[in-house]
């Protein structure tokens, strides 16, 4: 008994070591996303007032046609922020999907069913 005694006594300052550096490793491992979102953050302030002014436009104006969509959308990923987004770092499948719009399949079932 006389042994575990000792045994136990020697451990406590390793516990005490061990309980420190996991309170660290907390404490550090908390902070850390809170030091990452410190960035820049006018970068998308900037862009703001230009959305806005967009946004309002579109609202006083009748629904847009898909070719007028398509025409302002050249060259962007989508028309309210061109050229904003980094389109270089966005995931690309190489290989093209053989799969055709959903309207062009819709016709060619229509074929389909009226020709067979």
């Given at each position: 008994?006389k042994?575990?005694?000792?045994?136990?006594?020697?451990?406590?300052?390793?516990?005490?070591?061990?309980?420190?550096?996991?309170?660290?490793?907390?404490?550090?491992?908390?902070?850390?996303?809170?030091?990452a979102?410190?960035?820049?953050v006018?970068?998308?302030?900037?862009?703001?007032p230009?959305?806005?002014?967009k946004?309002?436009?579109?609202?006083?104006?009748?629904?847009?046609?898909?070719?007028?969509?398509?025409?302002r959308?050249?060259?962007?990923?989508?028309?309210?922020?061109?050229n904003?987004?980094d389109?270089d770092?966005m995931?690309?499948n190489n290989?093209?999907s053989?799969?055709?719009?959903?309207?062009k399949?819709?016709?060619k079932?229509?074929?389909?069913?009226?020709?067979?």
């Amino acid at each position: 008994m006389k042994h575990l005694a000792t045994l136990l006594s020697n451990i406590r300052p390793l516990r005490i070591l061990v309980s420190i550096f996991f309170a660290a490793v907390l404490i550090f491992s908390s902070s850390f996303p809170a030091v990452a979102a410190n960035s820049d953050v006018q970068k998308g302030v900037d862009n703001l007032p230009q959305i806005e002014d967009k946004s309002l436009e579109t609202l006083d104006k009748p629904p847009l046609t898909l070719e007028e969509v398509t025409e302002r959308s050249q060259g962007a990923l989508n028309e309210v922020q061109p050229n904003a987004a980094d389109s270089d770092k966005m995931y690309r499948n190489n290989e093209r999907s053989p799969k055709l719009p959903v309207i062009k399949q819709a016709e060619k079932a229509l074929d389909k069913l009226k020709n067979g």
